[in-house]
C-alpha cells in the first residue's frame, strides 16, 4: 500500500481516521480502474492468441540399437 500512495508508514500513522479513509477509498478505486483497463488489454490479448493456431507435428519413432 506504500508504494501506491507515496506515504512514509509514519505520516499514515499520525493521520486522522477520516484523512485515512479517503486516501484507502481513493486507492481502492484506483486500482479497480487500473484492474478494469488490464482485463480489457488481456482480453484482446488473449482474442489474438487464440486465433493462431499450432501445427500439429508428429515425431518420428526411431530405434536406437544398444550396445
Known sequence: MYK??????SELNEMEY???????????????????ANKSQNEAAGGAASGMKVPNIKVPN???PKM
Open 18 to 36: 477520516y484523512e485515512y479513509h479517503y486516501i484507502v477509498k481513493d486507492l481502492i478505486d484506483d486500482l479497480k480502474k487500473e484492474n478494469e
Open 62 to 64: 526411431i530405434k536406437v
Open 4 to 9: 501506491h500512495l507515496h506515504i512514509q508508514p
